[in-house]
């Protein structure tokens, strides 16, 4: 009898403590975004100048994603909207040969994709170059409202 308590108190533990991890990690994420977007608007408005995402006069540039996943972990990226693509112009993450994932398009099947159209967030799950991670989208506005990139950060599993 007293096996079988200590087998339900664990496993009352773990039911407890799974969510707690998932919900530890979701706070990391939205952490890290606030950084992310606190770290840009410190630069000025965003805005897109032929195929380059500005924030006032600064050309976006992997030095401030960086220093975001320095101080919070993990991996960052700014997309510009072209078109309907979203290109990384600044980013920590890495193709699958190790090189620099700067002028790559957001995968089209991304889950991220429909909603940043619409404007909205998205936090899930996202496999980045055959990576998943716990990961945050959210939509770059200009100041007429109109969805012109993403920023996104991202915890390996």
Same mark, same amino acid.
């Given at each position: 009898?007293?096996?079988?308590?200590?087998?339900?108190?664990l496993?009352?533990g773990?039911?407890?403590l799974?969510?707690?991890?998932?919900t530890a990690?979701? &706070?990391?994420i939205k952490?890290?975004?606030? @950084? /992310?977007? +606190?770290?840009?608007?410190? *630069?000025g408005a965003p805005?897109?100048q032929?195929?380059?995402l500005?924030?006032g006069?600064?050309?976006?540039?992997s030095d401030v994603?960086?220093?975001?996943v320095?101080s919070?972990g993990?991996v960052?990226?700014?997309?510009?909207?072209?078109?309907?693509?979203?290109l990384?112009?600044?980013?920590t993450?890495?193709k699958? &040969?190790?090189?620099?994932?700067v002028?790559t @398009? /957001?995968? +089209?099947?991304s889950?991220? *994709?429909?909603k940043?159209n619409?404007g909205e967030?998205?936090?899930?799950?996202?496999?980045?170059?055959?990576?998943?991670?716990d990961a945050g989208y959210?939509?770059i506005?200009?100041?007429?409202?109109?969805?012109?990139?993403?920023?996104?950060v991202g915890a390996?599993k």
């Amino acid at each position: 009898m007293a096996r079988n308590n200590l087998i339900a108190w664990l496993l009352t533990g773990l039911v407890i403590l799974i969510p707690t991890i998932g919900t530890a990690q979701a &706070d990391d994420i939205k952490t890290a975004m606030t @950084a /992310l977007q +606190a770290e840009t608007g410190k *630069l000025g408005a965003p805005k897109i100048q032929g195929k380059d995402l500005y924030f006032g006069d600064t050309k976006a540039s992997s030095d401030v994603v960086a220093a975001v996943v320095k101080s919070k972990g993990g991996v960052a990226t700014l997309f510009a909207r072209i078109g309907d693509q979203y290109l990384r112009v600044a980013t920590t993450v890495k193709k699958e &040969d190790g090189s620099s994932a700067v002028g790559t @398009a /957001l995968a +089209a099947n991304s889950p991220a *994709l429909a909603k940043l159209n619409r404007g909205e967030p998205y936090y899930g799950d996202a496999t980045v170059f055959g990576r998943t991670y716990d990961a945050g989208y959210e939509p770059i506005k200009d100041a007429a409202g109109a969805v012109i990139g993403a920023y996104f950060v991202g915890a390996a599993k």
